[in-house]
């Protein structure tokens, strides 16, 4: 009666611990945010476990299901398109319901993108807050407002159609003198990193497209 938490890669399919793979290999089902996209990944570690798919659109539909297998004695891991479940993916709902329901959960260390991007922004580590993707529409402005006068570390997700139109509405907020570190395509053949203000990384991704998945992380409040 355990749920297991597993992360996968965010693009080099080497980053996968042999704890995954064996407790993966070890399960009677797998829930998938993606079950394609997963069945392709866990093909590579010669995984072959039943895929459920399971994700924001029907995990509230599927969770007692999942719950009684659970308290059956079935072993479920639970995993992402990449990286950590729960982690701006779906993982939650499920691990609440599971301590709430006396399930033992077990989440694996493994691949996020959040962490590489914020030790690689060489901005303080010792205290950051993580904020995910900001929100899209309605309260976009207070969470931007109230992020400038953050004084931790602060790392944003986001996708490469917004993140000019995120760094533009960040610099009124921010100022010229905040740095910011952008990393792009973590783990994968075209990774790059930008450093600088974020007065800087507008001109620099209005002359070089984004293309790919970007974390931003922004040096706290008088920082340099
Ligand atoms: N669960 C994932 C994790 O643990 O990082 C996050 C999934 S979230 C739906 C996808 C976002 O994560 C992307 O838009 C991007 O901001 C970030 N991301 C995921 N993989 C990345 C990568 N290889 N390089 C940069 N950012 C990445």
Redesign the pocket.
């Known amino acids: 009666m355990s749920l297991f938490v597993v992360?996968t890669p965010?693009?080099n399919l080497k980053d996968i611990t042999y704890r995954a793979v064996e407790v993966l290999k070890n399960s009677d089902i797998i829930l998938a945010e993606d079950t394609r996209t997963s069945h392709k990944i866990l093909k590579h570690y010669s995984i072959n476990v039943k895929l459920e798919s399971f994700h924001m659109h029907n995990e509230h539909k599927k969770i007692q299901k999942v719950l009684r297998q659970l308290k059956e004695g079935t072993t479920i891991s639970i995993i992402?398109?990449?990286?950590?479940?729960?982690?701006?993916?779906p993982g939650f709902l499920l691990v609440r319901e599971s301590l709430a329901n006396q399930i033992e959960v077990f989440c694996l260390p493994g691949?996020?993108?959040?962490i590489?991007?914020l030790i690689q922004s060489g901005f303080p580590t010792d205290r950051f807050v993580f904020e995910?993707?900001l929100p899209q529409k309605k309260g976009r402005l207070s969470r931007i407002k109230s992020l400038a006068i953050e004084k931790r570390t602060i790392v944003?997700?986001?996708?490469p159609h917004r993140i000019i139109k995120t760094l533009t509405q960040l610099l009124p907020h921010f100022g010229e003198t905040r740095k910011v570190s952008v990393?792009?395509?973590?783990?994968?053949k075209f990774?790059t990193q930008f450093r600088g203000s974020i007065n800087e990384a507008i001109n620099y991704f209005s002359e070089n497209k984004p293309k790919?998945?970007?974390?931003i992380s922004i040096s706290a409040e008088l920082q340099n």
């Open positions: 992360p965010i693009g992402s398109d990449a990286g950590t479940p729960g982690i701006s993916d691949p996020t993108a959040l590489p991007a995910g993707f944003i997700y986001e996708s990393v792009r395509e973590l783990t994968k990774e790919g998945e970007f974390v």
